[in-house]
């Protein structure tokens, strides 16, 4: 082992991607290359197409921004195994996690069938809004399923993860990570320890989120966390706020020296990670303390034997 390689070292070996403006991560890297922003300004039309009611839209209040997920109802039903009204009663927030997590395992070069070890999940997604609005109200579907098939084996955020392994026939752990707007980070934490542990021998991590119903705008109100003007400033003197937008995404992990061994393509190495919590020591519930951060930033860099 060279000594720049960890036994701890992490290789990123797949990736795969579904984001606002870009269906992939060649796509993706394209746009920040060229300075393409994925939220954009929606127009009455646009509004008023996607259902908006024209009286929010004349309210002061109304922020007429989003960063819309193109093609997210689209969905191969047949590729993985589901009949037409399975994929129906599916979460769009489970298929396109199903997809971007497939691949993943493509861009590694790997297929499960083929792969020499057990392949664990670890991800999460964002609230379940489909089943809301588009399952509940359909009374056919409701009487004919039930509402615990319903609501369980299509809907829940509890099965994502389970979902991905039992389509794939994946034997490693399948944990379903919840953290809120670090659930992804997080899943590829626990995915990385599962991995050094022996837990598994290549992980999945990632997460997905689709705001329904799309193409719609939102209402900024005072000391919450969207934006007043759809703009989202990152690290910058002019942030007021973010944007939700929707997307997917889900890297493949392998242990270095294995990915090295077996000539994996490696995209990158992940020296080391960590995670804490505030406790309540934040500004407000919403709002992380610069202490917290800056604990496991420190600690992060303590773990990958990397200064500042």
Not at 31 to 38: F, I, K
Not at 288 to 298: L, T
Request: glycine share 10%.
């Amino acid at each position: 082992m060279s000594a720049d390689i960890s036994e701890t070292d992490i290789a990123i070996v797949g990736m795969a991607a579904h984001l606002p403006g870009a269906p992939s991560v060649d796509a993706y890297w394209q746009m920040l290359r060229s300075g393409t922003r994925a939220i954009r300004q929606l127009t009455e039309d646009e509004l008023i197409a996607a259902g908006e009611d024209p009286a929010n839209i004349r309210q002061p209040n109304y922020v007429p921004f989003a960063a819309p997920l193109d093609k997210f109802a689209e969905f191969d039903a047949e590729f993985f195994g589901f009949s037409p009204k399975e994929a129906a009663i599916l979460d769009p927030q489970h298929r396109q996690f199903l997809e971007v997590a497939w691949e993943a395992m493509e861009n590694a070069g790997t297929t499960p069938e083929r792969f020499d070890g057990t392949i664990g999940v670890y991800a999460g997604c964002g609230m379940g809004s489909y089943f809301y609005f588009n399952i509940c109200s359909n009374r056919d579907m409701v009487r004919d399923v039930g509402m615990f098939l319903l609501r369980h084996t299509g809907n829940d955020k509890d099965f994502l993860s389970t979902r991905v392994s039992h389509i794939f026939d994946l034997r490693g752990p399948s944990i379903n990570i919840q953290t809120a707007c670090s659930t992804s980070l997080v899943a590829l934490h626990y995915a990385s320890q599962a991995l050094l542990n022996g837990e598994c021998d290549m992980a999945l991590a990632g997460g997905v989120t689709i705001e329904l119903p799309q193409m719609r705008g939102y209402f900024y109100k005072e000391n919450e966390i969207l934006s007043p003007d759809g703009e989202c400033h990152a690290f910058d003197h002019r942030a007021q706020g973010t944007v939700f937008g929707s997307g997917a995404g889900c890297v493949a992990l392998k242990r270095l020296d294995d990915a090295i061994r077996d000539g994996d393509h490696i995209w990158a190495v992940v020296k080391g990670s960590a995670i804490n919590n505030d406790g309540a020591q934040k500004a407000g519930y919403l709002a992380p303390s610069v202490e917290g951060q800056a604990r496991c930033v420190a600690e992060a860099q303590a773990m990958s034997d990397v200064p500042a």
